[in-house]
């Protein structure tokens, strides 16, 4: 298994860890590359989890959501990794120091160059942005299973959040709470996680927004692919 791993990688393939604020998670990174992981594909059950919460909520949705950030990783990313993919992606996981050591240890056997591991993260947002960033804010809501960003209009039906992509149905009081929980995590905890991240085979890469315009998803999504195709 392990001559597998090795023949299918070649040394100068580049695992990315992408980080970006999860207001802006709305693109679809599927349909983009089959190498974009979310969610969905590296980490075992959130779904699951959630469902279960529904039923007998003993918490808040914000206490569930802060533990299921420390989800272990399933089966499929032994097998992602293996893939002789140039470049792989994972979008905003692992989201823990103790998650990114599992990473670690996994990408470890697979013997990349110097540059294993890339991070990219957003650094700074200016004033105008921030502004438009909190705009942003109230239009949308984050899930808790794929933490990606849907606009309320399209998702919001007798006060409750339904996931087009998970079908799981919140109640949007507590889903209103749950975003700006997950925007200020993202902030506060950026920079730690960079911290962590850091390494002498890895790479950090900061990414700066500057206008408004840069948020406009067609503009993003573009920017990220240049980035990372530069990498
Ligand atoms: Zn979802």
Same mark, same amino acid.
């Given at each position: 298994?392990?001559?597998?791993?090795? $023949?299918?990688?070649?040394?100068?393939?580049?695992?990315?860890?992408?980080?970006? &604020?999860?207001? +802006?998670?709305?693109?679809?990174?599927? !349909? @983009?590359? &089959?190498?974009?992981?979310?969610?969905? %594909? @590296?980490?075992?059950?959130?779904?699951?989890?959630? =469902?279960?919460?529904?039923?007998?909520?003993?918490?808040?949705? =914000?206490?569930?959501?802060?533990?299921? %950030?420390?989800?272990?990783? #399933? !089966?499929?990313?032994?097998? =992602?990794?293996?893939?002789? $993919?140039?470049?792989?992606?994972?979008? #905003?996981?692992?989201?823990?120091?103790?998650?990114?050591?599992? +990473?670690?240890?996994?990408?470890?056997?697979?013997?990349?160059?110097?540059?294993?591991?890339?991070?990219?993260?957003?650094?700074? +947002?200016?004033?105008?942005? $921030?502004?438009?960033?909190?705009?942003?804010?109230?239009?949308?809501?984050?899930?808790?299973?794929?933490?990606?960003?849907? !606009?309320?209009?399209?998702? @919001?039906?007798?006060? $409750?959040?339904?996931?087009?992509?998970?079908?799981?149905?919140?109640?949007?009081?507590?889903?209103? !709470?749950?975003? %700006?929980?997950?925007?200020?995590?993202?902030? #506060?905890?950026?920079?730690?996680?960079?911290?962590?991240?850091?390494?002498?085979? #890895?790479? =950090?890469? &900061?990414?700066?927004?500057?206008?408004?315009?840069?948020?406009? &998803?067609?503009?993003?999504?573009?920017?990220?692919?240049?980035? @990372?195709?530069?990498?």
């Amino acid at each position: 298994m392990i001559k597998k791993e090795q $023949a299918n990688h070649k040394p100068e393939n580049k695992i990315i860890l992408l980080l970006i &604020p999860p207001l +802006l998670n709305f693109l679809n990174w599927e !349909k @983009i590359s &089959p190498h974009y992981h979310s969610l969905a %594909d @590296i980490v075992t059950d959130r779904k699951g989890k959630l =469902i279960k919460w529904q039923k007998n909520p003993k918490t808040d949705l =914000i206490s569930l959501a802060k533990s299921l %950030d420390g989800t272990p990783f #399933n !089966k499929k990313v032994s097998e =992602i990794l293996r893939s002789p $993919a140039k470049r792989i992606i994972f979008i #905003n996981y692992p989201l823990t120091k103790e998650s990114w050591e599992v +990473l670690e240890e996994k990408i470890q056997p697979l013997k990349l160059k110097s540059v294993c591991v890339c991070v990219c993260v957003f650094v700074s +947002l200016s004033e105008s942005l $921030a502004l438009s960033f909190a705009e942003l804010q109230k239009e949308m809501m984050i899930c808790p299973v794929c933490k990606r960003s849907y !606009k309320k209009k399209e998702t @919001i039906q007798e006060k $409750a959040f339904r996931c087009p992509v998970d079908e799981i149905t919140l109640p949007q009081e507590e889903m209103e !709470k749950l975003t %700006d929980h997950y925007l200020n995590e993202y902030f #506060n905890q950026v920079k730690s996680l960079i911290e962590a991240y850091r390494g002498k085979k #890895n790479k =950090i890469i &900061p990414m700066e927004l500057k206008m408004r315009e840069d948020l406009e &998803p067609t503009i993003l999504q573009n920017y990220l692919i240049e980035k @990372i195709h530069q990498i």
